[in-house]
């Protein structure tokens, strides 16, 4: 049995779910924000043993026993949402915080299963600086980074920038304002000019990351599953909305296509997933001239089927691969 854990907006998993059909796999999907509406859990410990056969999960008419998973796919869980018959904030937080603490349970009950990718791998590997760190160490050219709150260091390393200095979040790639949920401002990275430095005194208020900017030819998306590899393009300096970041929308078609990795840069990146103790990761890279490349950052949890599904390439038979025996 595959255990999928994630949420109930999450198209990669949908795209996914056809390929089981397909395979006619047993699998049971847990989506962590209804976990509360949509299913029942019972998990049952004796003075002397696990009760294995009441430790189960039951959507609807399905029911799994947590004895008979084999694999999990740990892809995009969220916090629970609490009942709307609860009236009381602070009730809400208790009964979220309280089930958060019982999946964190269940995850370890199921450490010898296969994951893709365990949590805590995707934690520590969650981490931009180790990330540079590391892909350093494996031969990676990397951008000069700075993380700090100090304004005068941010300035100095604007000089030593030659001014192509750009700013980019660590984890937080989208705000809610509180008083409009349904508005949501992204965060993407975006370069910093002589008039931004007027402001330079606002780093202070939280660490900010700072990098060199990068002149790009295009910029390459790697996608790691165990030891296949999959590389593609998108000629980003061609659209001037996608210069500094090729996430932006646009107005113009986001093209990708197909692109051959050198043998040493696809090397690297496999190195990088296994020394960070995953068996996926979606890799960012810039190509700035013909051979060379630089490391911009890893996503242990990144997305991937628009990929499959504009450039053929089999990435998810690659991830059940992986998941199913």
């Known amino acids: 049995m595959l255990l999928i854990i994630t949420n109930t907006n999450d198209p990669t998993v949908d795209f996914v779910e056809e390929k089981l059909r397909e395979r006619k796999a047993d699998y049971f999907r847990l989506n962590t924000d209804v976990v509360l509406s949509q299913t029942t859990h019972v998990f049952k410990i004796s003075n002397t043993s696990l009760d294995k056969d009441n430790c189960r999960i039951r959507m609807g008419d ?19 949402v609490p009942s709307s018959k609860l009236r009381t904030e602070i009730s809400k937080k208790f009964a979220q ?11 370890k009950q199921l450490e010898n299963c296969r994951w893709v990718n365990h949590p805590k791998a995707t934690t520590w590997a969650n981490t931009k600086l180790h990330q540079l760190t590391l892909a350093r160490e494996l031969g990676f050219t990397i951008p000069k980074s700075l993380a700090t709150n100090d304004p005068v260091e941010a300035k100095k390393f604007f000089t030593e920038c030659n001014g192509q200095m750009v700013v980019k979040p660590f984890k937080v790639n989208a705000l809610q304002y509180s008083d409009n949920p349904e508005e949501v401002v992204g965060i993407l990275t975006n370069k910093i000019t002589e008039t931004d430095l007027d402001s330079i005194d606002t780093v202070q208020y939280s660490i900010t990351f700072l990098q060199e900017e990068i002149v790009k030819q295009d910029e390459i998306r790697v996608t790691v599953f165990g030891d296949d590899v999959f590389s593609a393009s998108i000629s980003s300096q061609l659209d001037p909305n996608l210069v500094t970041d090729w996430r932006r929308t646009t107005p113009n078609p986001k093209v990708w296509k197909r692109f051959d990795l ?3 840069i696809k090397e690297q990146c496999k190195q990088l997933v296994k020394r960070l103790d995953l068996r996926f990761g979606a890799i960012d890279l810039a190509r700035v001239s013909n051979d060379k490349f630089v490391f911009f950052e890893i996503n242990p949890n990144g997305q991937w089927a628009w990929l499959e599904i504009e450039t053929g390439m089999p990435m998810s038979d690659s991830l059940l691969n992986i998941l199913l025996p």
């Not at 799994?64 to 629970?80: E, H, L």
């Not at 915080?97 to 995850?107: A, N, P």
């Open 62 to 80: 399905i029911e799994v026993k947590i004895q008979d998973i084999s694999s999990v796919w740990y892809r995009r869980p969220v916090d629970p």
């Open 262 to 264: 050198p043998s040493d």
């Open 97 to 107: 915080d309280e089930t958060s603490y019982y999946l964190r349970c269940l995850w």
